[in-house]
């Protein structure tokens, strides 16, 4: 079967694998994998800049919106694993079945490698805000302790005044 051709096969199976029958108006959850694959299907399967800089943005987008990492990735294992469902059952050719299951393959890794790197830049930002937050207690505590030194002086000095 011609790329073309499989596209088309895949593309009328976006329904069914992307479950929207209850979703009505809204857009599924991991279409962006889906979109990806056809993508790469529609290129033979190779890896393209573009198609990895879609991914990673449709993924960023999806984090920035507040979705979390887990989630993302679950929606990309979803529509993996009811696309291959779908494909086991509507393609009779192997090797038909291949290209589509390497194309999956890549896209699904490439969303795991976005949420990976997300995942490690909100750790970073978070280990930062941690430790900026703990040196201001620290601050804040040397604050206070000046602070009691003083009173107790002057509290001292005023006893001795009178």
């Known amino acids: 079967m011609s790329d073309v051709d499989l596209v088309e096969v895949v593309r009328v199976l976006r329904d069914e694998v ?23 299907l529609s290129v033979g399967g190779e890896s393209v ?19 979390n990492e887990h989630d993302v990735l ?15 059952r509507t393609l009779r050719d192997p090797a038909d079945r291949m290209v589509v299951i390497e194309a999956a393959t890549q896209v699904v890794a490439n969303v795991a490698r976005v949420v990976a790197f997300a995942a490690v830049g909100r750790a970073s930002r978070d280990r930062a805000a941690r430790l ?18 003083s009173i107790v002086r002057m509290e001292l000095d005023s006893k001795r005044d009178f």
């Open 132 to 149: 900026r937050e703990e040196l201001a207690q620290r601050q804040l505590k040397q604050v206070l302790e000046k602070q009691r030194a």
């Open 18 to 40: 992307l479950d929207t029958a209850e979703l009505g108006d809204r857009e599924a959850a991991g279409s962006e994998t889906f979109d990806a694959v056809l993508a790469a």
């Open 74 to 88: 679950a929606d990309a294992e979803r529509v993996f694993d009811r696309l291959l469902a779908a494909i086991e």
């Open 49 to 67: 800049p573009g198609l990895d800089l879609n991914v990673h943005d449709a993924v960023t987008r999806r984090l920035a919106w507040g979705d």
